[in-house]
């Protein structure tokens, strides 16, 4: 049985064992949940608030890293093709290449690097959930920073404000989250187990 799966994350856990339909399911499924995410949209200046960054997080931390960032590679491919999944509905390589591109691109690494670390149990306990989510978190940042800086031409000490300062509370928030609902998962399925 071929799986791309590490039964140390926790749907791996739950959903054991994994084959490979399940897991193209999952990797699917989950691309899904990121265009769903992308339509909650807070319209604040040229980088919109969405719920993607959390989606993305959570898709690494639940898939692990291979299939967390396969599963954000496919929606971002399903965007580049014109699918509506990008923020608002929108969809297209331009919107992919514009000034939001950054953040979008970063997403498949974020993915990664959660998933890596669920895979050696940092989202088993809540801090070293939230590290997990907050390095993820500023890789995305960044990536949208340095990416919005060069394609708007404008200098990165003045594009900070629009494109990282401005989503760290919010950023906090779904770190938070995120970093509660995983161990807590855990504990669920724990308990399922022992009720066996």
């Given at each position: 049985?071929?799986?791309?799966?590490?039964?140390?994350?926790?749907?791996?856990?739950?959903?054991?064992?994994?084959?490979?339909?399940?897991?193209?399911?999952?990797?699917?499924?989950?691309?899904?949940?990121?265009?769903?995410?992308?339509?909650?949209?807070?319209?604040?200046?040229?980088?919109?608030?969405?719920?993607?960054?959390?989606?993305?997080?959570?898709?690494?931390?639940?898939?692990?890293?291979?299939?967390?960032?396969?599963?954000?590679?496919?929606?971002?491919?399903?965007?580049?093709?014109?699918?509506?999944?990008?923020?608002?509905?929108?969809?297209?390589?331009?919107?992919?290449?514009?000034?939001?591109?950054?953040?979008?691109?970063?997403?498949?690494?974020?993915?990664?690097?959660?998933?890596?670390?669920?895979?050696?149990?940092?989202?088993?306990?809540?801090?070293?959930?939230?590290?997990?989510m907050a390095i993820g978190s500023v890789l995305i940042m960044l990536s949208g920073w340095a990416w919005f800086s060069l394609v708007t031409n404008t200098p990165m000490a003045?594009?900070?404000?629009?494109?990282?300062?401005?989503?760290?509370?919010?950023?906090?928030?779904?770190?938070?989250?995120?970093?509660?609902?995983?161990?807590?998962?855990?504990?669920?399925?724990?308990?399922?187990?022992?009720?066996?």
């Amino acid at each position: 049985m071929h799986t791309l799966s590490q039964a140390d994350t926790l749907i791996g856990a739950a959903l054991a064992p994994l084959d490979r339909t399940r897991s193209v399911s999952l990797v699917f499924g989950f691309s899904l949940l990121v265009a769903l995410s992308a339509q909650i949209v807070i319209a604040i200046g040229p980088v919109p608030i969405t719920a993607q960054t959390f989606a993305v997080l959570l898709t690494g931390a639940l898939l692990g890293s291979r299939m967390g960032a396969a599963a954000i590679i496919i929606y971002l491919a399903e965007g580049a093709i014109g699918l509506p999944f990008f923020s608002g509905g929108r969809g297209g390589l331009a919107h992919l290449l514009g000034p939001t591109g950054g953040y979008l691109v970063a997403f498949p690494a974020a993915a990664f690097i959660t998933g890596a670390f669920a895979e050696h149990g940092w989202d088993k306990r809540f801090l070293t959930a939230a590290a997990a989510m907050a390095i993820g978190s500023v890789l995305i940042m960044l990536s949208g920073w340095a990416w919005f800086s060069l394609v708007t031409n404008t200098p990165m000490a003045v594009s900070f404000q629009t494109t990282v300062l401005t989503f760290i509370p919010g950023d906090l928030i779904k770190i938070l989250l995120a970093a509660a609902l995983l161990p807590t998962g855990w504990k669920l399925l724990q308990r399922g187990d022992q009720s066996r």
